[in-house]
């Protein structure tokens, strides 16, 4: 019996005629138990991970091989171009059609901003002018990250993670450009394409030590297996401003490609980005995902 079988196992029968959410940090084997109850019961694996959608990362992204993708139906992998815009909310469009297909969803990943929104709903926020969006990235750039904290409203303030630079930036350009706080924007949030209550919801608990060593295993087969290759190919066009080059270890690659770094490094500094990632994703689990049941890994 397979790990996944063995997760199949403990998770027991779920409804077939609701939908299962299955998140998880990085390398936890989430897309396992979701390929192994497409096959047990049927239905289509639908991705939930923000930078699983690029087509540029196969390998990088650890996305389901071929193989599982012929296997049982899967929805949402590899479909976004690199330079193409993409959001949650574009997210929550391509998924509104499968919730109510043929298929029964099985959706899986470890960005909690989807699961929330999916599940709570999704402020809609108008668009910020891109000269805002250049005049948030200089400052940034220039180590502005606690001025610009400083800046936010004390609702939103209070509700982000002010050492993360891409959510200040997001709350500070939306304050700057409609005047009222990213908070109060959410607090008008419209009703859940899928209420918690109508789906079965599963978070994977992993524990620390157990998810590191699995990480840095992964990131080195990865780069082995092809994701140096996938850096090398976008390497001409790389716009490090692009949500799609937020894939982790991305950068690193890119640095040794230029010479700027060794490989074994790179690896280094690949793994421990996705470590660091998974950190923080399993804080956001925690804290963020009351009324999910926990399934403890390995």
């Known amino acids: 019996m397979t790990g996944a079988e063995r997760l199949l196992d403990r998770l027991g029968p779920v409804p077939r005629d609701r939908p299962v959410l299955i998140a998880g940090p990085t390398a936890s084997g989430k897309s396992a138990l979701a390929l192994a109850l497409a096959r047990r019961d049927g239905g289509v694996v639908v991705n939930a991970d923000a930078l699983q959608v690029y087509a540029c990362w196969r390998v990088l992204t650890a996305r389901p091989a071929p193989e599982d993708e012929a296997a049982v139906p899967h929805a949402l ?9 993409w959001s949650v909310g574009h997210w929550l469009r391509a998924v509104a059609p499968l ?31 891109p000269a805002l969006q250049a005049e948030a990235e200089a400052r940034l750039a220039a180590g502005g990250l606690a001025a610009m904290a400083a800046e936010l409203d004390a609702a939103t303030a209070a509700r982000i993670d002010l050492a993360n630079p891409a959510r200040v930036r997001r709350a500070w350009e939306v304050l700057r450009a409609t005047g009222r706080g990213l908070a109060q924007w959410q607090a008008a949030t419209g009703a859940p394409l899928l209420p918690l209550g109508q789906a079965t919801a599963v978070v994977l ?27 090398r190919a976008a390497l001409p066009g790389w716009d490090p401003r692009r949500p799609a080059s937020r894939a982790l270890g991305a950068g690193a690659l890119v640095a040794h490609l230029r010479g700027a770094m060794s490989l074994a490094d790179a690896v280094a500094a690949g793994a421990q980005a996705t470590r660091a990632y998974a950190k923080r994703q399993r804080t956001w689990f925690r804290n963020a995902m009351p009324g999910w049941r926990r399934l403890p890994m390995p």
Do not use: C, K, N, S
Request: glycine share 12%.
């Open 77 to 85: 992998y590899g479909h976004v171009a690199a330079e193409a815009p």
């Open 99 to 129: 919730l109510a297909g043929p298929l029964r969803p099985i959706v899986v990943g470890g960005t909690g901003l989807y699961f929330r929104a999916l599940t709570q709903g999704l402020a809609e926020v108008p668009p910020v002018p």
């Open 205 to 231: 608990e992993a524990p620390r030590d157990w998810l590191a060593a699995r990480i840095d295993a992964r990131f080195a087969a990865m780069v082995a297996g092809g994701a140096l290759e996938e850096v």
